[in-house]
Structure formats: structure tokens, C-alpha cells
């Protein structure tokens, strides 16, 4: 089942925070985020891992709630290349792929 | 390293052509994956595989066939064009889920259907 993220869309100045969240209804084995420019590739951020670790990538962080399945993407200090859409993947205990989330369009403003 | 590469970058069928899309990796990746992405949604699991010779379908497999002879290739077989399979297609491959890599994604196929 397709976890679901939130919020779908936000709106940010350059250098305010952002948080996007993915939720999943299954047990999960790892989230994976991806960003994703219009007309390119997904672009891999990171993977968090079941134990609820966070973890950091320059200004771009990420945590795992292992107990709600939950998983959030933090972002500090936004800048302009920021902007995209952002997906989680959330891989089930016991599955070999990933299923994406609907996704979360950040435009970041000068 | 050219990594995941997909052809063609674009192409336009008529309803009821056939045609197979490519994708090769060169990172002796065991998984490899397609996908489809509608305008303004997620990727949608069409098939994967998990190495030579076992594939296994995914969210959206209807309309479309896949084999898997080799580690490199994994091509996808759309068989009777249809409106609903205009899209674009991402190819991605990684190691095996214990290694905790991500998943590389080509730079896409995007089809029309007219």
C-alpha cells in the first residue's frame, strides 16, 4: 500500500525550514528519499533503516519512527536548488522493493 | 561508469503498436526495476527483477511484459499500445537489500500513445 506524504505541496522563502513527512501503514524494513527536478531522474538522498536512526546530508536530515512507521525529512536553511518534488520510498519487512509515496512539491523564493 | 542507461529518450506510438523499451546498467547490479510516472504523481513498480532469469510483477503490470536474460539488460515489452500507457518509464537498479544501497534510476523514456 502507498504510504501516504505530507504535506502535497509548501512554499518557502530562501533560508526558512521545512519538514515533509511519509507515513505507511505496513511494518517497514527502510525509507528511502529521492528528490526529483521537472523532467530529470529521482535523485537518492538517503536511507533510514529500521531503529530509528536519523541521519544527516549537509543541510537535509532525516529521521525513522520505527514504533509509528513513520519517517521525516528535514530540511534547514533552504536554498534555491532545494526546489523539487520530493518522494519517500518505503520498503515492507519482507518485500524487495520499494513503494513510493504520491510525493511533496517545495518551491523555495528568493 | 555510465550507469543506468535507457533508450529511447522519446518515442511516440499509435494505438496498438508494440514496442520495447531498454535499459542496461553497468554496476553488476543484481535488482533492477521499471517504473511509471504519470504527469504530477509517484512512481508506480511495473515489474523488477532480482537477478538473471526471475522477474516478478509489480503495482501496475497490466500491458506490459519483461525478461530478464542477462545482469545488464532488462527490457520492457508493451505489446498493444494503449492511451493509458502514455507516460514516462524509469529504469533503476541496485545491489540486494542487505547491502542498504540506493536504487540508481536511468534518465527515463517518456512515451505518447496517440
Known amino acids: 500500500q502507498q504510504p501516504v506524504q505530507s504535506p502535497q505541496a509548501v512554499i518557502l522563502r530562501e533560508g526558512e525550514d521545512a519538514v515533509i513527512n511519509c507515513s505507511s501503514s505496513?511494518?517497514?524494513?527502510?525509507v528511502h528519499w529521492y528528490r526529483q527536478k521537472h523532467g530529470e531522474a529521482p535523485v537518492f538522498l538517503m536511507i533510514?533503516?529500521?531503529?530509528?536512526e536519523q541521519k544527516g546530508h549537509e543541510k537535509i536530515s532525516a529521521s525513522f519512527n520505527e514504533k509509528k512507521q513513520q519517517s521525516s525529512l528535514y530540511l534547514t536553511a533552504s536554498q534555491l536548488s532545494y526546489s523539487g518534488t520530493y518522494f519517500c520510498?518505503?520498503?515492507?519487512?519482507?518485500?524487495?522493493?520499494?513503494?513510493f509515496g504520491q510525493g511533496t512539491r517545495l518551491t523555495i523564493n528568493p | 561508469n555510465a550507469g543506468v542507461t535507457q533508450t529511447p529518450k522519446f518515442r511516440i506510438l499509435k494505438i496498438g503498436q508494440s514496442m520495447t523499451l531498454q535499459c542496461a546498467q553497468d554496476?553488476?547490479?543484481?535488482?533492477m526495476y521499471w517504473y511509471r510516472q504519470d504527469p504530477g504523481m509517484g512512481l508506480k513498480l511495473i515489474y523488477y527483477?532480482?537477478?538473471?532469469?526471475?522477474?516478478d510483477k509489480g503495482e501496475v503490470p497490466n500491458g506490459y511484459n519483461v525478461s530478464r536474460s542477462t545482469t545488464e539488460d532488462f527490457p520492457l515489452r508493451l505489446e498493444l499500445a494503449a492511451p493509458s500507457q502514455t507516460s514516462v518509464y524509469f529504469c533503476?537498479?541496485?545491489?540486494?537489500?542487505?547491502?542498504?544501497?540506493?536504487?540508481?534510476f536511468g534518465d527515463g523514456t517518456r512515451l505518447s500513445i496517440l
Open positions: 520510498g518505503t520498503e515492507p519487512q519482507g518485500a524487495q522493493k520499494l513503494v
Open positions: 554496476m553488476n547490479h543484481n535488482y
Open positions: 527483477s532480482v537477478g538473471a532469469g526471475i522477474t
Open positions: 505496513k511494518a517497514l524494513y527502510s
Open positions: 533503476a537498479s541496485s545491489t540486494p537489500r542487505s547491502s542498504n544501497q540506493p536504487q540508481h
Open positions: 533510514l533503516l529500521k531503529g530509528g
